[in-house]
């Protein structure tokens, strides 16, 4: 069975931070590029970050660059999110998303999904 499970999400102080992770079960992750998507309350989902499957080609949105760091270890199937000096704003579910095309920040180029990990930020 096809499974992707992320781990890590918490409540942290405002310029905290958080390292998810997002490990996957029944496949490997070698051929899969991988997307972190997010959604706050009230929000509409938003892609985050991505990683391409050979780990040389990532993406990030505006509101996250230069504070996130996508990166993989396919050694052990799992690819993780460092989130560094997180803001409140930061505050939403976090879901990790596998395809085996090219990836990006659109959610509708993926095929598996995970059921999403809880970060809240604040004070």
């Known amino acids: 069975q096809v499974q992707l499970v992320e781990s890590g999400g918490g409540l942290v102080q405002p310029g905290g931070s958080l390292r998810l992770s997002c490990a996957a079960s029944?496949?490997?992750?070698?051929?899969?590029?991988i997307g972190w998507f997010r959604q706050a309350p009230g929000k509409e989902r938003e892609g985050v970050s991505s990683?391409?499957?050979?780990?040389?080609?990532?993406n990030y949105a505006g509101s996250v660059k230069g504070r996130f760091t996508i990166s993989r270890d396919n050694a052990k199937n799992t690819v993780y999110l460092q989130m560094d000096s997180l803001k409140p704003e930061d505050t939403a579910v976090y879901y990790c998303?596998?395809?085996?095309?090219?990836?990006?920040?659109?959610?509708?180029?993926?095929?598996?999904w995970g059921h999403g990990t809880q970060v809240t930020v604040s004070s």
């Open positions: 998303a596998a395809t085996t095309g090219r990836g990006g920040l659109f959610e509708t180029l993926y095929n598996y």
């Open positions: 029944g496949f490997t992750l070698d051929y899969y590029a």
């Open positions: 990683i391409s499957s050979g780990g040389r080609i990532t």
